[in-house]
T-cell receptor, first 113, second 112 residues
Framework: TQLLEQSPQFLSIQEGENLTVYCNSS?????LQWYRQEPGEGPVLLVTVVTGGEVKKLKRLTFQFGDARKDSSLHITAAQPGDTGLYLC?????????????FGTGTQLKVEL | NAGVTQTPKFRVLKTGQSMTLLCAQD?????MYWYRQDPGMGLRLIHY???????AKGEVPDGYNVSRLKKQNFLLGLESAAPSQTSVYFCASRPTGVGGYTFGSGTRLTVV
């Protein structure tokens, strides 16, 4: 059973387009993290959101944590080829307790010229 | 540069062989983790450690053992490799408190 479901699973868009990736769960998390992973490398932390309803911006990326702390979204404005990669959400402090991360299923993004 | 270093980067094993994957971090992090990443399955936790000399089972521990004799090192062992253990293995560490994980660049293991 996958606790965190991401959608879409794959996304191929043109440079300049906007996109939103969703991360949904039936479980409550104390915080949620987003990572980006490039081929042949490990995931790299982008942001941590802690408070329900919190919105964080990182240049063209906007992250939101749901009010009930069960879901999150990542919005990219004016996507660039450098945004290409696998985006992973990860919940902290889920049903297993503690500070272990539960990773989502991932969204593979490709931005073409 | 500070970070998490995994060795080896690639390895091919025959069924039944054993091997040890090494993870080293130089950030003085208390917590260390071993994950495996498979297509369509995401990252799944194998074992983890909350400090030197401690280990605990994660989501998919069967067929693996770990040791954390030194704070900076976390070893993952496969006693008798099986084709189902073909995967990309990632080590990660993090400090105490709320913080993100720092991942290594992975070990791609193929068991034939």
């Amino acid at each position: 059973t996958q606790l965190l479901e991401q959608s879409p699973q794959f996304l191929s868009i043109q440079e300049g387009e906007n996109l939103t990736v969703y991360c949904n769960s039936s479980s409550v998390f104390s915080s949620l993290q987003w990572y980006r992973q490039e081929p042949g490398e490990g995931p790299v932390l982008l942001v941590t959101v802690v408070t329900g309803g919190e919105v964080k911006k990182l240049k063209r990326l906007t992250f939101q944590f749901g009010d009930a702390r069960k879901d999150s979204s990542l919005h990219i404005t004016a996507a660039q080829p450098g945004d290409t990669g696998l985006y992973l959400c990860a919940g902290v402090g889920g049903p297993g307790g503690g500070n272990k991360l539960t990773f989502g299923t991932g969204t593979q993004l490709k931005v073409e010229l | 540069n500070a970070g998490v270093t995994q060795t080896p980067k690639f390895r091919v094993l025959k069924t039944g062989q054993s091997m040890t994957l090494l993870c080293a971090q130089d950030m003085n992090h208390e917590y260390m983790y071993w994950y495996r990443q498979d297509p369509g399955m995401g990252l799944r936790l194998i074992h983890y450690s909350v400090g030197e000399g401690t280990t605990a089972k994660g989501e998919v521990p069967d067929g693996y053992n770990v040791s954390r004799l030194k704070k900076q090192n976390f070893l993952l062992g496969l006693e008798s490799a099986a084709p189902s253990q073909t995967s990309v293995y990632f080590c990660a560490s993090r400090p105490t408190g709320v913080g993100g994980y720092t991942f290594g660049s992975g070990t791609r293991l193929t068991v034939v």
